[in-house]
């Protein structure tokens, strides 16, 4: 039986295409609307674009022509999309809505979205509420921001079906009726001014979230960050506020000692495998999500005990000799490094380096207290020379990912930390930053 796709416009303008565009381009026309689709990138002879006109699209590459908006009832945009190009422009005179993909997903899924957004933690949080609910053996998908289309997922959902959806500020920006049953706001901090042009217009992306969410549904948000809570109040969501800092008895908390979800303790913090003060507010986030969906505290904990986060982000990789080995080969810029070292009060040997960006690296010594000994590499490692001899710390220069492997080991002693958190881009030696942790993580594994 086909799903009821309601969706009140026939001719869209699909506008980039990328995995988002393709998939709501395909859907579209699968569901008999007149689809236009603009790319600059993408040629005639691309196998994509090839099949789209098969199957009824009209194409239009190498540019934004303003008539393609003629007859043009919405557009649905490619998220990395800036607003300010003058064909949004031109259609934002003209009163055509714009919105992203996952307002077409919301039309057509039967079960409930559970949309997770926020400055940093997104992903983290997004896979523990994803295990969680699996591992209590409830239908559960992953979506969205993550990697998987939203669109591809939700149209194979049944009403019994939950999911689990991280959600970008971009992403958000372009909605009209999307209303996730549970809303998870998480931080926000500055970032993406390039694209929002005030904190304040990127904070209004995040908080379109729960915009058009009513008192059957949750906003699990964080009470720490005051800017946060204040936006909080304007919904008509039921609100479940989570804190680091004090008790939450409508919400997830901790006193230092043990999780709490309410007045129920659910686990005690030294049981948790995931370190770091940013993820106990992602753990605190995603326990509200388990405990509104009735997930038993067994699975929980199970979870918390054996989750050693998300590749890359600050990802516990083994223990050797009881040293223990860190992949947080996603710190491409300073605080992300900052961040890693917050979370540990072992004794750390720091493996850093990568593309130098121009980037100067004095704010990042407050943050290394606790390291023991600096292994440097890349483009940038004579730049952190000279921060390791300011905050008089040992340092040794070596050419590869793999050798700083050999050497942190070598310098280390029983109950040491051993962190790659580089503070740079992975692109003067590797293609992407998951072949950098990859590298480090074979390395840690031939010790």
Same mark, same amino acid.
């Given at each position: ?239 479940? @506020? /989570?804190?680091?800092?004090? +008790? ?7 006193? #230092? =000692? ?5 007045? *129920? ?100 010594? @407050? /943050?290394?207290?606790?390291? +023991? ?7 940038? #490692? =004579? ?5 390791? *001899? ?58």
């Amino acid at each position: 039986m086909k799903k009821q796709f309601d969706f009140p416009y026939e001719n869209i303008l699909v506008l980039g295409l990328a995995k988002s565009g393709t998939a709501a381009a395909k859907f579209l026309l699968e569901n008999g609307k007149n689809v236009c689709i603009n790319d600059l990138q993408a040629t005639e002879n691309d196998v994509m674009i090839q099949e789209l006109t098969k199957m009824g699209a009209k194409v239009v590459l190498g540019s934004h022509p303003l008539d393609i908006l003629n007859n043009v009832d919405i557009i649905v945009k490619n998220p990395g999309i800036p607003y300010h190009i003058p064909l949004l422009k031109e259609a934002m005179e003209r009163k055509i809505p714009i919105v992203t993909e996952i307002e077409i997903a919301s039309s057509i899924t039967e079960g409930a979205i559970i949309g997770i957004t926020g400055s940093n933690g997104k992903t983290t949080t997004s896979t523990l509420i994803y295990q969680m609910l699996k591992h209590d053996q409830q239908a559960v998908k992953i979506a969205g921001n993550i990697g998987v289309v939203a669109t591809e997922v939700a149209k194979d959902m049944t009403k019994d079906e939950k999911m689990v959806l991280e959600l970008s500020s971009f992403q958000l920006l372009g909605i009209e009726s999307f209303r996730p049953h549970m809303a998870v706001l998480l931080n926000i901090y500055e970032a993406h001014l390039d694209y929002h042009h005030s904190i304040e217009h990127y904070e209004q992306a995040k908080f379109n979230i729960f915009k058009n969410q009513e008192q059957t549904d949750y906003l699990i948000y964080n009470a720490d960050q005051e800017r946060i809570a204040t936006a909080a109040k304007l919904s008509n969501a039921t609100l479940v @506020p /989570f804190s680091t800092k004090q +008790k939450e008895v409508s919400g997830a908390w901790t006193d #230092k =000692e043990y999780i709490y979800f309410k007045n *129920e303790k659910v686990i005690a913090i030294d049981e948790i495998v995931l370190v770091g003060e940013h993820n106990l507010e992602n753990i605190l986030a995603a326990v509200s999500v388990a405990k509104l969906n009735d997930v038993s505290n067994e699975s929980i904990q199970y979870l918390l005990k054996h989750f050693t986060g998300v590749e890359h982000r600050l990802q516990f990789v083994r223990k050797v000799n009881e040293r223990l080995f860190y992949n947080d080969s996603k710190a491409t810029n300073i605080l992300a490094t900052e961040v890693a070292l917050k979370a540990f009060n072992q004794p750390t040997i720091l493996l850093a380096g990568g593309l130098d960006r121009g980037t100067e690296f004095d704010e990042i010594i @407050p /943050f290394l207290k606790n390291v +023991k000994h600096m292994i440097l590499f890349g483009q940038t #490692k =004579e730049k952190l020379k000279m921060i390791a *001899e300011k905050a008089e710390k040992s340092f040794e220069l070596v050419e590869t990912v793999a050798e700083a492997v050999d050497q942190a080991y070598k310098h280390s002693a029983n109950g040491d930390v051993i962190l790659l958190s580089p503070a740079c881009a992975s692109w003067d030696q590797f293609k992407t930053f998951e072949d950098r942790g990859n590298m480090f993580i074979q390395a840690v594994h031939k010790l």
